[in-house]
Each structure stands twice: as structure tokens, then as C-alpha cells.
T-cell receptor
Framework: GQNIDQPTEMTATEGAIVQINCTYQTSGFNGLFWYQQHAGEAPTFLSYNVLDGLEEKGRFSSFLSRSKGYSYLLLKELQMKDSASYLCAVRDSRNVGSARQLTFGSGTQLTVLP | GAVVSQHPSWVICKSGTSVKIECRSLDFQATTMFWYRQFPKQSLMLMATSNEGSKATYEQGVEKDKFLINHASLTLSTLTVTSAHPEDSSFYIC?????????????FGPGTRLTVL
């Protein structure tokens, strides 16, 4: 099975930088996704890591260490609209074909203050 | 990017009635679709994997007779909540994986808000 942990809540100030951590345990790792979800809406894709290292995409970056079972999402130059839930999701390699399931962490609710 | 739609976006029904939710992949074919349920302030929980041409695979604790899944075509999966009760009120989200640079990345529908009175 998979066990994914991330902080429940975080608060940061507009313009600042925030790092949201995610640790996971899985018997078959095949990629880690970060999603942003605003209340009442579906998750939207932010980043994907399958190899160790940092992936940068504008104001958002994501890091992965497979040996440590650890990832973080880094948000720079925070804006009020970044207030949302951030979900860490791990894909299991045990499934075949396209039926590769995602297991989601509980989500980190980020509040950006003015 | 790929587009997945859901219908309806919200529904209110009386206890004991059945509700059907549709999930469509609009610009690609999906032999597999996933159905998730999300309660307020909680994460997405996988309910079942919908397979075109075969039976759905349900996660532990999900009643297959209550949550009927039919993958009618390569672009449509339906979830029917039978004899709905207030505790079934939740946000239901479907997703479909598509082959691409992120190795079968899942694309999510906009979700369906179900309220059972």
C-alpha cells in the first residue's frame, strides 16, 4: 500500500516563498504529482516528478528524492489566488497499462495573507 | 491539454432516489477511468476503476451494488448512486489517463456536487 503525509495547513504572506513537503511510502513508485485544488473545483495539474531532482515551472518548482521518499512543492512570489489546497499524489507502478492509480495525500490548505 | 467533462455539475435529490453521473473524455479515448469521492476538507479517495468492456474494480469498503459503474464506450463512464442517502452527499470526481509525456497522466473532470436531502 501507500502512505502519503503532508502538513494539513500552512499560512504565508503575499510575495513570500512557501515550501510544502510530502513524504511517501510505496511498494512501487512510478511518479509523483502535485495538484492545486480550489474549494468546490477539480484538481488542476501543477507538476510531475519521476526522477530525482528539481523541476521548475514559472513560480512553481517541485523536488523529488526517491531514496528518501520525499518531495516538496515550492511556491515563489505568492499571490492571493494561490490560496488553495495542494495535493501530493503518488502513482503506483504495480498496475498495468493505463490503469495506473494515483493515491492522494490529505492535502495542504495554504492561506496567503495580504 | 486533454478535456474530461462531467454531467451534471451539481444535483440535489431526495433520500432513496438514484442519481447518475456521466464522465466523458472529449478529445481522446479512455479504456480506463477513475471515480473519486471527496468529503469536505478531505482528500480525494479512489472509489473504483472503470474499465471499458469489463467489470469495474472497486476499492475496499466501496459497495459495488450501491455505486454502479458502466463504461459504455471508450469515451463515456457512468456512476449511478443507487438509493442515495444523506451520507452519500459528497463531491464526485472522475479522471481519465491519457498517454503522453507524463506517462499516462490523469485528466480530471470538473466534479459533481451531490446533495441528498
Amino acid at each position: 500500500g501507500q502512505n502519503i503525509d503532508q502538513p494539513t495547513e500552512m499560512t504565508a504572506t503575499e510575495g513570500a516563498i512557501v515550501q510544502i513537503n510530502c513524504t511517501y511510502q510505496t511498494s512501487g513508485f512510478n511518479g509523483l504529482f502535485w495538484y492545486q485544488q480550489h474549494a468546490g473545483e477539480a484538481p488542476t495539474f501543477l507538476s510531475y516528478n519521476v526522477l530525482d531532482g528539481l523541476e521548475e515551472k514559472g513560480r512553481f518548482s517541485s523536488f523529488l528524492s526517491r531514496s528518501k521518499g520525499y518531495s516538496y512543492l515550492l511556491l515563489k512570489e505568492l499571490q492571493m489566488k494561490d490560496s488553495a489546497s495542494y495535493l501530493c499524489a503518488v502513482r503506483d507502478s504495480r498496475n498495468v497499462g493505463s490503469a495506473r492509480q494515483l493515491t492522494f495525500g490529505s492535502g495542504t490548505q495554504l492561506t496567503v495573507l495580504p | 491539454g486533454a478535456v474530461v467533462s462531467q454531467h451534471p455539475s451539481w444535483v440535489i435529490c431526495k433520500s432513496g432516489t438514484s442519481v447518475k453521473i456521466e464522465c466523458r473524455s472529449l478529445d481522446f479515448q479512455a479504456t480506463t477511468m477513475f471515480w473519486y469521492r471527496q468529503f469536505p476538507k478531505q482528500s480525494l479517495m479512489l472509489m473504483a476503476t472503470s474499465n471499458e468492456g469489463s467489470k469495474a474494480t472497486y476499492e475496499q469498503g466501496v459497495e459495488k451494488d450501491k455505486f454502479l459503474i458502466n463504461h459504455a464506450s471508450l469515451t463515456l463512464s457512468t456512476l449511478t448512486v443507487t438509493s442515495a442517502h444523506p451520507e452519500d452527499s459528497s463531491f464526485y470526481i472522475c479522471s481519465a489517463p491519457r498517454a503522453g509525456k507524463r506517462n499516462n497522466e490523469q485528466f480530471f473532470g470538473p466534479g459533481t456536487r451531490l446533495t441528498v436531502l
